[in-house]
């Protein structure tokens, strides 16, 4: 079951321990009958948009420092304006993010920004820089010999 599909009881069923068991049971909504059909279409509405709002809400990653990161469209943004990325960078970016405060390997990188094509480290090397420069100082940090992580804000000083 998707737990982000709403449910809605409508039932005929007024008593209290009814609607309580209902809601026990995991119920967003209930409805009592008769109702209008616009009542109906007004709590759908209402679960449509509190689902989409939340879901919106899931794909901006605040990074502190006035950064967020917007997942879907890949966008990097310091207090509201957008900071050019290029594809690779966005790709990197959203690879650190799906792994704060986890070890990205070199091997990680390569294969997710470059899928495993032919090219040399310090190109690598060099796209992290100018990721940093982009970034907060000290939130991308090199693990010798491993790779690269991600430093959630409240780690840096």
Known sequence: MDNHLPVII????LDIDNISKAYDLGCNDYLKKPFELEELMLHIKYHIKTIFK?????DVIDLGFGLT???????????GHEIVLTQK???????FINNIDKTVTSQMIHEYVWDNKDMEPVTMRSMIHKLQKKLKNGMIVNIRGV???????????
């Open 10 to 13: 409508v039932s005929a069923q």
């Open 89 to 95: 960078e966005k790709l990197l970016l959203t690879l």
């Open 54 to 58: 939340n879901d919106l809400d899931k």
């Open 69 to 79: 990161f917007d997942l879907r469209d890949q966008n990097l943004y310091k207090s």
């Open 147 to 157: 790779g690269y992580k991600l430093i959630k804000k409240a780690k840096i000083q």
